[in-house]
T-cell receptor
């Protein structure tokens, strides 16, 4: 069993839809949770960075962490074609031991 | 512009021919790391460095070497590349205070025949 599980998709939605991306994990020691966005032929870029449980909002993006269920989510409101990318969840215990999900490929159709 | 650079971006080589992929960052970050990305497996950490002269193994270090002689540079060395090292490689850096906020380079696509 992988430490971090992420549905690879692909996920296709119409423009304006709410997108929900999810990851589950097995190691209860994880306490830092990140979401990265990776465009084709580019390196990942950090979208959201959260510590422990709870919600964090940044514009159209909301990250949720439920440590009791070992489950994290990223919601994208009013999705745009420019949001089409692969989304990677990542987590760590202390920061230097990052574990990444395999990534979910998202396409937002105009 | 704050950035992480990698060279080369694309490399095709043959089994056993030593190669080095360079990585440089201009953000004065203490932490640097190398990852490989393979389909279905996501990003896996190869080696990381918390500061100059301090390096440690990640999840998949076999067949790789690194060195950190200067803060800005963190080269990845493949002494004797094999076909199973064909992959997309990323270098990343981060301040020590916020290790999860990693800045990634553009990637190096390596093919070993």
């Amino acid at each position: 069993q992988k430490e971090v599980e992420q549905d690879p998709g692909p996920l296709s939605v119409p423009e304006g839809a709410i997108v929900s991306l999810n990851c589950t994990y097995s190691n209860s020691a994880f306490q830092y949770f990140m979401w990265y966005r990776q465009y084709s032929r580019k390196g990942p870029e950090l979208l959201m960075y959260t510590y422990s449980s709870g919600n964090k909002e940044d514009g159209r993006f909301t990250a949720q962490v439920d440590k009791s269920s070992k489950y994290i989510s990223l919601f994208i409101r009013d999705s745009q074609p420019s949001d089409s990318a692969t989304y990677l969840c990542a987590m760590s215990k202390g920061g230097d031991d990052m574990r990444f999900g395999a990534g979910t490929r998202l396409t937002v159709k105009p | 512009e704050a950035q992480v650079t990698q060279n080369p971006r694309y490399l095709i080589t043959v089994t056993g021919k030593k190669l080095t992929v360079t990585c440089s960052q201009n953000m004065n970050h203490e932490y640097m790391s190398w990852y490989r990305q393979d389909p279905g497996l996501g990003l896996r950490q190869i080696y990381y460095s918390m500061n100059v002269e301090v390096t440690d193994k990640g999840d998949v270090p076999e067949g790789y070497k690194v060195s950190r002689k200067e803060k800005r540079n963190f080269p990845l060395i493949l002494e004797s590349p094999s076909p199973n090292q064909t992959s997309l490689y990323f270098c990343a850096s981060s301040p020590l205070a916020t290790l999860g906020e990693q800045y990634f380079g553009p990637g190096t696509r390596l093919t070993v025949t």
